[in-house]
Structure formats: structure tokens, C-alpha cells
């Protein structure tokens, strides 16, 4: 989960990032009539994963940046907090993109 109103685990995407993915990169009819209930988005659903694995991508190096610079900070207890937590986030995203592909 990276918030509390935008779900994204190992099995699901939740309909709000969907939306939001579709916003940013489908014509305004296409999202529209998903928005609305009208289309269920599948013929889409590739190009959107597709977007989304890029996004989540990305997302890796920043973590992985992340895990690097905290060997360098702080005492030893919030610095093993913390790259613990990294890694929970990061186990989380590979599962997503493995799933979406």
C-alpha cells in the first residue's frame, strides 16, 4: 500500500489508480466511460499495466537510491528501521510489476 486512499499490492490495483492511469494517457472518451461505469477498460488494460510497470520502474531506482544513502545516516537502530521498511516497499512493487506483466 503506498497510501491510504491509492491501494497498490501484490494483487490488486485499486480502481482510483486506474482511473488516475487512465486520465493521464487515454483520450478523455475512453477514461470517461470507464469513470462512468460504462466500459470495464479492458481493451486498455495492457497499455495501462504497460504505464504502470514503466511508472513502478522507476519508482525501484528511487528505492534502491533510497537503501544506499541511509548506509550513510543516521545511529544503527533507525537506520536498520528504515532499511527494512525500504525493503518491505521494494518486495511490494517487484510483486506488483510481476503481476502486471
Known sequence: MLDSDYVLDAAN??????????VLFLPRTQWKRFVLGLDDGLQEQAKINSRLHTMLN???????????????TGNSSH???????????????????EALM
Not at 522507476?58 to 550513510?72: A, P, T
Not at 532499511?83 to 517487484?94: F, G, T, V, Y
Open 58 to 72: 522507476d519508482y525501484m531506482h528511487m528505492i534502491e537510491y533510497r537503501l544506499r544513502s541511509i548506509e550513510h
Open 13 to 22: 490495483v485499486c480502481h482510483r489508480t486506474q482511473v488516475v492511469f487512465r
Open 79 to 97: 537506520r536498520d528501521a528504515l532499511q527494512r521498511r525500504w525493503c518491505q516497499i521494494r518486495a511490494i512493487i517487484e510483486a506488483c510489476m
